[in-house]
């Protein structure tokens, strides 16, 4: 797989779930260091772990990577929450 069609296969992932609240497409060619590659120089990795998630054929490693990414950026999103709620509530 390119790097061309691991994007476009990103892409078709982010807008089936996105957008269209659809199924994503096949996975069993997405290599899944390209799919790190593409979704971290995108900063769309956690979109893409939440459309993902639960699905049969995500490759395993990527599957275990997702669900990490899911775990920190909720971490991420409770501290935000949180420093925000300090920032506005005296």
Known sequence: ???WEAFETVCR??????IERGEPPPLKK???ELAI?????H???PALAWGLK???DVPAKL????????LLNGKRNEQMLAGLTKAIDP
Do not use: N
């Open 13 to 18: 992932c982010l807008r089936a779930t996105l």
């Open 43 to 45: 900063y769309v990795t």
């Open 1 to 3: 797989m390119t790097r």
């Open 63 to 70: 599957g275990e990577f997702l669900d990490a990414i899911l």
């Open 30 to 32: 997405l290599s899944t």
């Open 54 to 56: 639960g699905r049969p």
């Open 37 to 41: 590659e593409v979704s971290s120089f």
